[in-house]
């Protein structure tokens, strides 16, 4: 009975010791997850991206500036990689991750098109690049990359847009917004976009974000770079964003 007794204070003992040490262990944990995505999220916010769906059409756009903290390196980025003939994928994130990241799927989807003879679909790349994202951030150097991918369905012509984030989160979307886009212009989408605008409406939509990026945002991004992915393939189009345009 003495033993018992002894041998139930040790564990106590041992229990008390533990319980004192893991709230340390916590707070420590929880300092470096809030520092990393205070991190991120000062890496990424500075970027623009946009995404809209149309009838037959999806239109994606990226800010031109490339950013270093309030430091602009270069005027004409281009943060959009052509995957395949109906498939683009625009990125934002850390310099060396995005081009890492996008070069490495562009380089697997055209290789599957050539082992196979056949081009994935949007939802299909979709689907890998989700996958390569949930891998990566399971290993020890994730990659800090948010996307939007944005394609039409070779078959039924479809529209479609994807967003991803750095966390592996896949939504499929009629429109999207990645940085300091989405505090200012989903109001404007929710507002505007439905389902069946044609293609001058979809512009004047992203004329309106633009507008309000502009007047409301004290940086400048040095203009977007709009492409348009319809059934002829990836384009890109002449787009002014000085252009003042009232909201309906």
């Not at 989160?169 to 300091?180: E, I, N, R």
Request: glycine share 6%.
């Amino acid at each position: 009975m003495i033993a018992i007794t002894t041998t139930t204070s040790n564990y106590r003992n041992v229990g008390q010791k533990i319980s004192s040490v893991v709230p340390q262990v916590l707070t420590v944990r929880t300092i470096i997850i809030i520092i990393s995505i205070v991190a991120v999220t000062l890496v990424t916010e500075w970027e623009v991206l946009l995404g809209i769906t149309g009838k037959d059409y999806t239109i994606i756009a990226a800010s031109k500036a490339a950013m270093r903290g309030a430091t602009i390196l270069k005027a004409s980025d281009d943060k959009t990689k052509g995957l395949n003939k109906h498939t683009l994928m625009a990125f934002s994130g850390e310099a060396g991750d995005t081009i890492q990241f996008a070069e490495y799927i562009q380089a697997n989807i055209q290789l599957y098109s050539m082992r196979n003879d056949s081009e994935l679909g949007p939802s299909a790349v979709a689907n890998f690049v989700r996958g390569e994202l949930a891998r990566s951030l399971r290993s020890r150097k994730p990659y800090t990359v948010n996307l939007l991918l944005g394609g039409i369905d070779p078959i039924t012509n479809t529209p479609s847009l994807y967003w991803l984030d750095y966390l592996a989160a896949l939504a499929s979307v009629p429109y999207a917004a990645h940085g300091y886009a989405q505090y200012y212009c989903l109001s404007i989408l929710d507002k505007h976009h439905h389902p069946d605008i044609d293609f001058e409406q979809g512009l004047k939509i992203l004329r309106m974000c633009t507008d309000e990026l502009n007047r409301r945002l004290p940086i400048d991004f040095k203009g977007m770079l709009v492409k348009v992915i319809d059934k002829n393939g990836i384009r890109e189009i002449d787009y002014e964003d000085s252009k003042h345009v009232a909201s309906a």
